[in-house]
């Protein structure tokens, strides 16, 4: 917790003057301070409220972050100067500092994220409850992200959607496992009927927290909820209308903060998604942040999945229907065992080439290959045999030491997820010869055009941004990292061109992302009998099809099965040996000022606390658990100069 100070003022506080403390809006400083209130500004002022403090010889923002504060004797403070207009509300000012504990960052990031935008200067009049005659469920079909549904909430796959959603709500947090092509707007929707049950806080009532993987996902269900007669704001521009209550908040990751006083239930839609990860400092989880806040204000929490990690299968009670209900919400998965194919033929097997001049022959017809490569490991194969190379302790891809990084010593294969090293042999036939596979995605798309005789689009993550199915309606071939997942288009199918790529990602959760990847491509796919303008057809279920060399790969395997669990199982154990999060707690702290900062953390470290510097300069902190973590880190002084403290890392 940051230490609390004094703004000295040649006014002082005698007992009957109202002091507040303040958290300043200013990079770099790490302490609250205490400031008196005037009384013309006495009843705009409470916790959370932005005001105007002069802070030395500056006049800056702040948040009020506690209320009847008693200074130690003697010491004279200055006022408040002004009340620029509402903040987040009391509780979502502890839970900003939690999170700040929790993840080892600066309070006010946070609550800048639980803020407007905009100066909020007064809140309009909370929604009248609605009678539940007055409310319907919506019909309209259609899921998030992109997934084409069976617009029909009265079968049997929406009744038994509805039933997971009543029992995930029925009290606690719970992880709801719904298949990808499955809708989870039952949830949603069991969620929003809980308006009104929980109680009220600062004067305004309880609402509904909803959060969803994208800004278009979020649109859509607030138009559906909407639809459903149910009162909405979407956070963060309708910030004022949350502030009042009584509402659904929709958002993305920031709505984890949404300014609702309490709410009366709380949804993470597509909770392993990594946009719910901050990428900057304090790297916290919104997922994880929306869990806790329900649980302060004790209501159900439902963590919705298709494939939730390990994390967050550790935060509550596992609630999946009946296998054949699973089962119905994942596609066919087409696995292309590549391990006999001529090396000759690159990322081109005789299957997938028969599938994309398939797609190329019909009208109508559309596949998406994909191929990521950005900030992937550059996989080595052995030259003779083609057998990957692979970690002997963890199963990661290995990537060549040099020996100008290890001087009089030979070159080495070092694993970047565990740290082990081996040398440079083939395990399977004993070569010394390795060749690296690696082709970019403009080169594919041109080697793909020759195979399947038609023009092919290319979609990146620069240009993902153009790309709709407008744009790409002449296109039965479209190639891409997975950035083009995450548009708008449905296809017949969707080929994974190089999975090894993903499943042997020296990532702690390489595993988990490779099953979430797959998942989103399920989405993607157009349902059996449904074409592209939703009329019936003749036309063949979708399906994904793996190319891999690893075909016994867990995640694999839990795809073909339309089982996670699978996959779930077998993380358990190798986590659980290798002492890897969630078994334990990880922080990774990097930047020029790491060596300075990781040498005292190691002096301070207890018993139990791992701590150990990382090639590059980085260090690792490895705790029994989060608790521990945040005291460590928090015990620390930081030095100066540039730092990144990041806690749960989960990208490359």
């Given amino acids: 917790m940051a230490s609390a100070g004094t703004a000295p003022s040649s006014e002082g506080a005698s007992p009957a003057e109202r002091v507040v403390r303040v958290v300043p809006d200013v990079a770099g400083i790490a302490r609250e301070f205490d400031y008196l209130v005037p009384d013309a500004l006495a009843s705009a002022v409470r916790v959370g409220t932005s005001v105007r403090i002069d802070l030395g010889r500056r006049r800056v923002s702040g948040w009020v972050v506690a209320d009847g504060i008693e200074p130690p004797p003697g010491v004279r403070l200055r006022p408040i100067t002004a009340v620029r207009g509402w903040g987040p509300p009391a509780s979502v000012v502890d839970l900003a500092r939690w999170a700040a504990w929790r993840w080892a960052g600066p309070l006010p990031l946070l609550l800048r994220t639980a803020s407007a935008s905009s100066l909020v200067r007064s809140l309009p009049d909370p929604p009248s409850p609605r009678s539940p005659r007055s409310l319907h469920v919506d019909a309209s079909g259609g899921g998030l992200d992109g ?3 069976s617009p029909r909430p009265d079968d049997a796959v929406w009744s038994e959607t509805a039933a997971l959603a009543s029992d995930a709500l029925s009290g606690g947090t719970a992880v709801v496992r719904l298949a990808p092509t499955h809708d989870p707007f039952a949830v949603v929707e069991a969620a929003a009927s809980r308006m009104g049950q929980g109680g009220d806080r600062d004067g305004a009532p309880a609402g509904v927290l909803v959060l969803v993987p994208s800004r278009h996902a979020a649109e859509e269900t607030a138009a559906r909820l909407r639809r459903s007669g149910r009162p909405v704001a979407l956070v963060p521009e309708q910030w004022a209308v949350a502030r009042a209550g009584a509402v659904v908040a929709v958002g993305t990751r920031s709505a984890a903060l949404a300014p609702l006083s309490s709410v009366a239930a709380a949804v993470v839609l597509d909770a392993h998604d990594q946009s719910y990860h901050e990428e900057r400092a304090p790297t916290w989880a919104a997922w994880e942040v929306v869990a806790e806040r329900a649980r302060r204000d004790g209501v159900p929490c439902a963590l919705v999945s298709p494939c939730p990690t390990l994390d967050i299968l550790a935060t509550g009670r596992l609630v999946v229907g009946s296998r054949r209900h699973e089962r119905s919400g994942w596609p066919s998965v087409e696995v292309v065992d590549r391990r006999q194919d001529d090396p000759r033929s690159g990322l081109y097997s005789p299957r997938l080439v028969e ?8 009208e109508g017809r559309r596949v998406l290959c994909v191929l990521n490569r950005t900030g992937r490991v550059r996989l080595l194969a052995c030259a003779a045999c083609g057998e990957l190379a692979r970690c002997q302790r963890c199963g990661a891809a290995v990537e060549r030491r040099a020996a100008d990084e290890r001087p009089g010593e030979q070159p080495v294969l070092w694993c970047r997820r565990c740290d082990s090293e081996r040398p440079e042999v083939c395990t399977r036939c004993g070569s010394t010869r390795m060749r690296v596979l690696r082709v970019g995605v403009s080169r594919v ?13 290319e979609v990146s993550a620069q240009s993902a941004e153009d790309v709709d ?7 039965s071939v479209v190639v891409g990292t997975e950035a083009v997942l995450h548009r708008r288009l449905v296809a017949d199918a969707v080929a994974f061109l190089d999975f090894d790529a993903e499943l042997l990602a020296p990532r702690l959760r390489a595993g988990e992302q490779a099953l979430a990847l797959l998942a989103r491509a399920a989405a993607a796919l157009r349902p059996p009998g449904v074409d592209r303008a939703g009329a019936g057809s003749e036309r063949a279920p979708g399906r994904l099809l793996v190319q891999t060399r690893q075909p016994q ?4 395997l839990a795809a073909l099965r339309a089982d996670p669990a699978v996959l779930a199982a077998s993380e358990a154990a190798l986590r659980t040996e290798l002492r890897l999060p969630p078994v334990t707690a990880l922080a990774v702290v990097s930047g020029p000022a790491a060596g300075d900062y990781g040498r005292e953390l190691l002096a301070a470290a207890p018993s139990g606390t791992d701590v150990r ?3 590059g300069g980085a260090w690792s902190v490895l705790a029994p ?3 521990t973590l945040a005291d460590v880190l928090a015990a620390v002084s930081r030095p100066a100069g540039r730092l990144r403290v990041e806690v749960d890392p989960v990208r490359d």
């Avoid at 599938?355 to 022959?361: D, K, N, T, Y």
């Avoid at 055009?449 to 038609?454: H, I, M, Q, S």
């Avoid at 790969?553 to 694999?556: G, I, L, Q, T």
């Fill in 355 to 362: 599938l994309v001049r398939w797609a190329a022959a019909g």
């Fill in 147 to 149: 997934a084409v549904t």
């Fill in 445 to 457: 798309r041109e080697e793909l055009e020759a195979l399947a005789g038609t023009a092919v689009a």
């Fill in 613 to 615: 510097e990382l090639p």
């Fill in 469 to 475: 199915e407008g744009a790409l309606g002449g296109y």
């Fill in 625 to 627: 658990d989060h608790d």
């Fill in 553 to 556: 790969h867990p995640a694999v």
